[in-house]
Structures are given as structure tokens and as C-alpha cells.
């Protein structure tokens, strides 16, 4: 089945063996989780990715690696994300974003586009830099902007400010929210006017904000595996996707971190579909929704839309 994924950060999707390789010692504890429920240990899993995503040789080779990861999970269109200020000790932001794009040029059956990540835990300063360097690189590679970090430590309320600046600089954008934090962070991401919300799942907790995600037609990127992994959820059980579809929500499925939680989208499918009863129609809905709010033209999503239902 072709897939379309939305919600995939670049640091947590690094491929293991090239770690290993340019380290000359085995990652794989590094770099994957080995104990689902712990967020501490789970935010662990991103020090040496981000360490060796300075170089723009592992950045192109990294980036290529998980191009070539998407390409045999079937995906034919990603938004990876990043934080832009986390890959600069070495290259300039300019270098980085080029490496990055290089290496995913390279294979031709996946388009990728970027996102670029603001974080909670940043002065205001360095989020208005990312701010402006999302504008610089529109249509250049990058097509919208994303808030991650500690959501329950800093409030998506106290972002309002930078998400009136956003707007009024008509750059698109999503928003971590709802997953370490609870359906108030989801109510304030509505608020800001998302059209798409990171996880969003503990929506489930208010009536009120699912009537409203419903009404405003706002699209969850659903990541259940991660979900588990940081306790979000308990188990693939508790998850609460299928009472978000039943509400009548658009829920997309993606991976959040294909390393990290050890994961590809046909594997969350297989979840999905043991746990749930989810099927191939469910699966091409989700998918149709993922189009429906990609950061692309309409004429981009008309293409996908036919390429996602040809064989
Ligand atoms: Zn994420």
C-alpha cells in the first residue's frame, strides 16, 4: 500500500548502522528505546543524532539513509521535521537545509519537504529567528513550521504571541499538542488556528475539543507507537484512535520517530489493524486525509491523490 506520512523527525529516524559506522561502536542502545513508558529515556535516544547531524556529509548520508528507509515502507510524499538551531555548529543553516534536500533528492520515488521545528523550551528570540528563517526557506525545501519539546513543563498557551506572528506572516504551520499535555493544549493549538496538531490524542478527554476539531475540520498527525513509548498511552489498547474516527476527527498515521521507537508506518498499519480492525478502506482514508492537509498546492495533492490509488 502507498502511504503518505506527515509527522516524522529527522534526529529520531537516523540510521543505525551509519551511526555505528562513523562512531566505530554498536548505537543501537543509543539510539532506540528500549523500555516503552519512559519519556526520559525515550528523549535520551536523540543526544547522538543530533551530535552527528553537524557534519554536512552525515546530514546528506543520514538524510539519503532515510530516504531510501521511506522508499521501502512504500511512502511517496513526507514532511520530515527538524530544528533548524539544533544542526549549526559546524555549517550554516543555508548548508544544512541543502545537505538535507541533497540527500533525499537522490531517491526519486520519495518527495520530501521540510519543517521546521521551533522548541518550547527556547527564548522567544530564538523562536522568532526560526520564525524567520521558515519564511526565507518557503518554497525553497521548506513548507511549514512546527512547536515541539516539553509540552506539559511550557504551556502551548504561552506561545499565542509567536503564533499571531506566524500567521500574520501567512506561513503555515502544526502544533505538538495534546500528547504530554492535556486537551487544554489541544483547545489552545484550535485557538491559534491549526489546521493540523501533532498527536493531539488526549483530545479524547474533552467533548468540547473534539466537537471542535470535528467543526474546524483540524487534522490529527496520530502516532501510536511513539504514543506508547512516552507513556502517553499505556498500551496500544488505551489508545484512543478509534473513538477520534468514530467522532468523526481527521486522523492521519505516522511514525514520529522511525529509530527511536524502532518503527515504519507498515508496522503501525499492523498495529492498527490487529488492535482495532482497521481496514485497507480505513487505511486509504487515513492516507486521503494526509493529502487533504499536506503543506502543498492543490495541483501537488491532485497528483499524489492519483498516484496513491494506482498501482
Ligand atoms: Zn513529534
New binding site residues.
Given amino acids: 500500500m502507498k502511504k503518505i506520512e506527515l509527522?516524522?523527525?529527522l534526529d529520531?529516524s537516523c540510521d543505525i548502522d551509519l551511526a555505528s559506522k562513523i562512531v566505530n561502536r554498536d548505537t543501537y542502545n543509543e539510539m532506540v528505546v528500549s523500555n516503552a513508558n519512559s519519556l526520559t529515556e525515550y528523549l535520551t535516544k536523540f543526544d547522538l543524532p543530533i551530535m552527528l547531524l553537524q557534519d554536512l556529509d552525515n546530514i546528506a548520508e543520514f538524510s539519503y539513509m532515510l530516504g531510501k528507509r521511506l522508499e521501502a515502507d512504500n511512502v511517496i510524499y513526507a514532511e520530515v521535521?527538524f530544528c533548524p538551531l539544533f544542526h549549526i555548529q559546524k555549517a550554516s543553516v543555508e548548508e544544512v537545509v541543502e545537505a538535507i534536500l541533497s540527500g533525499f533528492r537522490k531517491v526519486k520515488t520519495v518527495k520530501v519537504n521540510l519543517i521546521f521545528c521551533m522548541m518550547r523550551h527556547f527564548s522567544m528570540e530564538e523562536n522568532r529567528k526560526i520564525i524567520a528563517l521558515t519564511k526565507n526557506f518557503l518554497d525553497k525545501g521548506v513548507v511549514a513550521i512546527?512547536l515541539?519539546g516539553d509540552e506539559a513543563k511550557f504551556k502551548t498557551a504561552t506561545f499565542k504571541e509567536l503564533f499571531e506572528e506566524i500567521r500574520r506572516d501567512n506561513i503555515p504551520f502544526t502544533i505538538?499538542a495534546g500528547?504530554a499535555d492535556s486537551s487544554d493544549s489541544v483547545l489552545s493549538a484550535i485557538e491559534f488556528e491549526a489546521k493540523r496538531i501533532?498527536?493531539g490524542i488526549r483530545s479524547i478527554e474533552s467533548k468540547e475539543v473534539v466537537d471542535k476539531l470535528v467543526k474546524n475540520g483540524i487534522a490529527l498527525?496520530v502516532?501510536p507507537t511513539?504514543n506508547i513509548d512516552t507513556n502517553a498511552v499505556e498500551s496500544i489498547g488505551y489508545h484512543p484512535i478509534k473513538k477520534l474516527v468514530e467522532a468523526g476527527v481527521l486522523v492521519t498515521i505516522n511514525t514520529?520517530?522511525r529509530t527511536v521507537s524502532n518503527t515504519s508506518l507498515e508496522k503501525e498499519y499492523e498495529l492498527l489493524r490487529d488492535e482495532f480492525k482497521f481496514t485497507d478502506l480505513d487505511f486509504l482514508q487515513f492516507n486521503l486525509n494526509a493529502i487533504d492537509c499536506a503543506f502543498i498546492s492543490d495541483v501537488e495533492k491532485d497528483v499524489l491523490r492519483k498516484q496513491l490509488t494506482s498501482n
Wanted: proline share 0%; hydrophobic share 10%.
Fill in positions: 509527522h516524522l523527525h529520531g521535521r512546527d515541539a505538538h500528547e501533532g498527536h498527525e502516532c511513539s514520529d520517530n
